[in-house]
């Protein structure tokens, strides 16, 4: 028998909280996760759209055949979500910013609201930009 004795405790059970499904229980959680789940048909869109770029390079052929594919109705289905995810993950984008901006010393909604009237006349003067030099 040893001349030292042990005076550790036997380690106590801990309680371990389930996992799974945790986080649909808090309504903050679910938009949080949906948020981050639209990251996912943000690259997938991304993914689609590097495709088509890879088919332009290979000729008009392939090109028009990539175009032909966004045409069927699962590829339609596919854009309109992808759609509202996106405007879904910008509003949700905007509307955190301000909580996690440093202290600034102008009040953090005129920042929300800044970016967001910059980002619609942006998109105004490209969407006026591509019509205007439309065929």
Do not use: C
């Not at 380690?11 to 909280?17: E, G």
């Not at 998109?123 to 006026?128: D, E, F, P, Q, T």
């Amino acid at each position: 028998m040893s001349r030292y004795r042990s005076t550790a405790k036997t380690a106590a059970r801990t309680y371990m909280q389930p996992m799974a499904g945790w986080w649909t229980k808090n309504p903050y959680f679910v938009r949080y996760m949906v948020r981050e789940g639209s990251a996912l048909l943000l690259t997938a869109y991304a993914l689609v759209l590097l495709v088509g770029l890879w088919r332009l390079s290979q000729g008009a052929a392939a090109f028009d055949a990539w175009r032909a594919a966004l045409a069927s109705p699962l590829s339609v289905v596919f854009h309109a979500v992808g759609l509202v995810m996106v405007v879904y993950h910008s509003y949700t984008w905007f509307d955190v910013m301000p909580k996690t901006a440093p202290d600034q010393p102008i009040d953090p909604k005129l920042i929300t609201g800044g970016g967001i009237a910059a980002a619609v006349a942006v998109s105004v003067l490209i969407l006026a930009a591509l019509l205007w030099g439309a065929p």
